[in-house]
């Protein structure tokens, strides 16, 4: 039998944010009242960790607000055709983002392998388009 349960309440009120799931772990980006907030939730501990503030603004308003991640390393947040990296073992963001150069809206972010990232796009026409991004993290 499936059973729900509550957990601990977020550390402060948001909406408009984004999450992404990297092993035992929640992170959380953005919310109304702060576009710069960044924290963690430990799911075994039950315990959220607010980490530095974003080193961008988090803004709902951008329809491409994306995150995942590789590796379970990095967490990838794409942000006004910009995509940043935060390196979850070295707790900290890297300082000059990727800049896309996709045509489009509606884009998204997938996390494929240990060294890519596609990005999807739609046009204004409705055309979908598939971009492959290989990284050298390390």
């Known amino acids: 039998l499936d059973t729900w349960s509550n957990e601990k309440d ?10 992404v799931v990297v092993q035992n772990k929640i992170y ?3 919310g109304n009242a702060n576009n710069k907030n960044f924290s963690c939730f ?6 959220w960790t607010a ?9 709902y ?4 607000n994306v995150v ?3 590796k379970n390393r990095y967490i990838f947040a794409l942000n006004n055709k910009k995509v940043y990296i935060y390196d979850i073992v070295n ?4 300082k000059d983002p990727i800049t896309l150069s996709v045509i489009g809206k509606a884009i998204n972010l997938f996390g494929y392998n240990d060294t890519t990232l596609l990005v999807t796009s739609v046009s204004d026409t409705g055309d979908f388009t598939l971009y492959k991004l290989t ?4």
Do not use: C, H, P, Q
């Not at 980490?51 to 803004?59: E, V």
């Open 10 to 19: 977020y550390i402060e009120e948001i909406s408009a944010s984004e999450m």
């Open 28 to 30: 959380l980006l953005g």
């Open 42 to 47: 430990d799911i075994a501990l039950n315990t």
């Open 51 to 59: 980490k530095a503030d974003l080193t961008f603004d988090w803004s």
């Open 61 to 64: 308003s951008v329809r491409e």
């Open 68 to 70: 995942t991640n590789l």
């Open 91 to 94: 707790d900290k963001w890297k």
């Open 135 to 138: 990284l050298n993290l390390l």
